[in-house]
């Protein structure tokens, strides 16, 4: 539907905060929920781990669109998936202890 032309320009911010703003943090948070607890406390270990993805993720996503839709740079831009790869080895870190190691089981 032809609206103003200019609604293109907000593609980018979209595509951001729906597929990782929104589908990938949905789906962190239910793997954070889901992933084996430890038997004892406690249960979910190193959630600072998970703090520190959640941070850069989000950090990320506004960097990237401001480097996108408000054109503050190719660096902004560049930072913003610096921080959102960031996310993903913070999460792993976290996620990996759940399910490869026996330590407090
Ligand atoms: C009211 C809800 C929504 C509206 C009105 C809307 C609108 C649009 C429009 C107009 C486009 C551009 C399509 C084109 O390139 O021709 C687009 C693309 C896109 N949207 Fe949405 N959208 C909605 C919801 C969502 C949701 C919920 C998600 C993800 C969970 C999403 C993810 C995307 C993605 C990834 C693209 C890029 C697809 C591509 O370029 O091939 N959108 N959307």
């Given at each position: 539907?032809?609206?103003?032309p200019l609604l293109w320009s907000l593609?980018?911010?979209?595509i951001e905060f729906l597929l990782i703003g929104w589908i990938v943090q949905?789906?962190?948070?239910?793997?954070?929920?889901?992933?084996?607890?430890?038997?004892?406390?406690?249960?979910?270990?190193?959630?600072?781990?998970?703090?520190?993805?959640?941070?850069?993720?989000?950090?990320?996503?506004?960097?990237?669109?401001?480097?996108?839709?408000?054109?503050?740079?190719?660096?902004?831009?560049?930072?913003?998936?610096?921080?959102?790869?960031?996310?993903?080895?913070?999460?792993?870190?976290?996620?990996?202890?759940?399910?490869?190691?026996?330590?407090?089981?």
């Amino acid at each position: 539907m032809p609206l103003h032309p200019l609604l293109w320009s907000l593609l980018p911010a979209h595509i951001e905060f729906l597929l990782i703003g929104w589908i990938v943090q949905l789906t962190m948070g239910v793997a954070f929920w889901i992933l084996p607890r430890y038997w004892k406390r406690p249960r979910r270990p190193k959630k600072n781990y998970v703090l520190v993805a959640f941070v850069l993720l989000n950090l990320g996503i506004w960097l990237v669109v401001a480097g996108t839709t408000l054109r503050a740079g190719s660096w902004v831009f560049f930072a913003g998936r610096v921080a959102e790869v960031g996310a993903i080895l913070f999460f792993a870190l976290h996620s990996w202890r759940r399910v490869v190691s026996r330590e407090g089981v």
